[in-house]
Every structure is written in C-alpha cells, then in structure tokens.
C-alpha cells in the first residue's frame, strides 16, 4: 500500500464498496461515486483527499481485470490499472468525516488485502465500517427500492438497530472484511441493494439511491443527491418504455408489483414515514 498522506479526521466512519461480484448493475459503486463527489455542488470545500492507494500487482490478475489505455490530457497514452483507492473526506457541517474506499474487487490474497486495508482504518482512527452491496433480485423496479442492513453478529446486530446475516454460501471480499473486522473488535454493518434481474444493466441509480437513504439513515446526515435522484426517475421511465413492448415482461413486471405491494402493506408503519419525515428534515437542516 502507498500512503499519500494521513489528514487530520473527526471520529471517522469507513464507507466501501468493490466492483465485481459484490455489485450487481454498478449499484454499490455507483453509490460509492456518488457519495464521493455529492458535495462538490453545495459545498465547495468538501473535497475527497486521496489518502492511500493498493499496489495492484499484489492482488490483481490482470488477465481477469485487465488494465485500460487512454490519452491523457496530453495525449498521451496512460494505462490505468485495476486497484483500490481511500479517499479522506472531511465534512465539516456534520459531526463526523468519511473515509471512502473504492476499488476492484481482488483476484488473490484476500486476507494480505484484507489486513492491509484494516491496518489503515485503525491508523486513521475509524470507529466503524460500512459496506455497500447490489445483488440481482426478483423485485419491480416501479417500486420503492428496500435495503438489507445487516451485522455479521447478534449482539452487534442488536447493539446498532440491524439484522442478523444468516446468509450462507460463497462470499466476496466483503465477507472477508466483515469477519477481519470481528476479530479486530471494529463495529461493522452490510448495506445490500437488490437491483431488478430484467434490469441488471449497468448503472443502476435507483438502487444506488436507495443505498445513499439507507446510509443517510443509519449515520444520520444529509447527502445531496439531485443528479442521481434525477438519473433514478430517467431509469424507471426507460425501464418502462422498454416493458411496453415486451408484453411477457410487462404480465412479469404486474406480478412482481402485486407481490410487493401485498407484502408491504403490513410494514406501511408510522416508523416509516417518520423515518422519511426525518430524512427530510436533515436535508432542510443543511441546505
């Protein structure tokens, strides 16, 4: 790993997410790139710090993720390699900052990776991680987007308001950061997106939104979010475009939305519209 610099962070929470297997439609790096440049419109001092990045040749085939040529500014051709970066993020109208990771998801040596990227958030102090995650899933895309946030441990789930992960099976690098974070004693939680299998096509904004409500909610603050939101309404209206002449998908698409509404109606709560009305007052608050 190359340090660039350790800035200066307050309390500090760890926000990641790895394209590949962990990111179904780009959503959670979607969500990630978001979050990365959401105040640069309204706040012109926020700016991400990149603060370390991961030596590619150490855990990347790159027959597997293989590098890209460019022309740079200069035009001159450059070749960008598959890696990971950290970006600090202070937000000085909030109590705490960010540190951003965004990378590809390694080919090899999970747990050297692993290690290196927990070692960095204990030397930058973070008091707790989050993960972003998409998965393919039979949901409507007309429909509001839920979120799974989950903790790889009960006391840990009931300690900060989130479910059990009973999930068994093949796991990606996320499931590995999760257990590291166990052993080490740091308080992590997953965010899972499910994106609409018929729709799986890369970016998938309203399931990146959907991420960034759930994150605003978990560490109470307001992102801004105009463009994706605005991007989320252009999907849901070109899925439906393409729905209209299809009309198996279309019969598909009722059944899902019947199925959906049927099963929330008993969660349509005064939780959730205070969890709404909340969010929107965060908003307000830092306009």
């Known amino acids: 790993m190359q340090i660039h610099q350790i800035p200066l962070l307050r309390n500090p929470f760890m926000v990641m997410a790895f394209s590949g297997w962990n990111d179904a439609g780009a959503a959670a790096s979607g969500a990630l790139d978001h979050l990365l440049s959401a105040w640069s419109q309204t706040h012109c001092e926020v700016v991400p710090v990149l603060v370390a990045d991961i030596e590619p040749e150490d855990f990347y085939d790159f027959q597997v993720n293989r590098p890209s040529t460019r022309l740079n500014e200069f035009h001159t051709r450059v070749i960008d390699w598959p890696s990971t970066e950290i970006y600090g993020l202070a937000l000085p109208h909030f ?6 990771v ?10 050297t990776f692993t290690h290196e990227l927990l070692d960095l958030a204990d030397d930058l ?11 393919l899933a039979d949901v409507p895309h007309s429909r509001p987007i839920s979120v799974n946030v989950t903790a790889a441990s009960s006391l ?7 479910e059990l992960s009973t999930y068994e099976g093949p796991t990606g690098i ?15 939680i997953s965010l899972w997106a499910p994106v609409p299998h018929y729709a799986s096509n890369s970016p998938s904004p309203k399931s990146s939104l959907a991420l960034i409500h759930a994150l605003e909610d978990f560490l109470e603050l307001s992102v801004p979010q105009s463009e994706l939101a605005a991007a989320a309404d252009v999907w849901e209206v070109e899925i439906n475009d393409l729905a209209k002449e299809d009309t198996d998908v279309a019969d598909y698409i009722k059944a899902l939305e019947e199925s959906k509404d049927a099963a929330d109606i008993p969660g349509v709560s005064g939780e959730m519209i205070a969890q709404e009305f909340e969010r929107y007052l965060r908003r ?3 306009d």
Do not use: N, Y
């Open 95 to 100: 109590s705490r900052d960010l540190v951003i």
């Open 102 to 111: 965004k990378g590809v998801e390694p080919s090899m040596r999970w747990p």
């Open 125 to 135: 102090e973070v008091s707790m991680i989050v993960t972003f995650g998409s998965l």
């Open 156 to 162: 840990l789930a009931k300690r900060l308001g989130a």
């Open 174 to 188: 996320l499931g590995v950061i999760h257990e590291d974070c166990m052993q080490r004693g740091i308080d992590s």
């Open 284 to 286: 307000r608050s830092h």
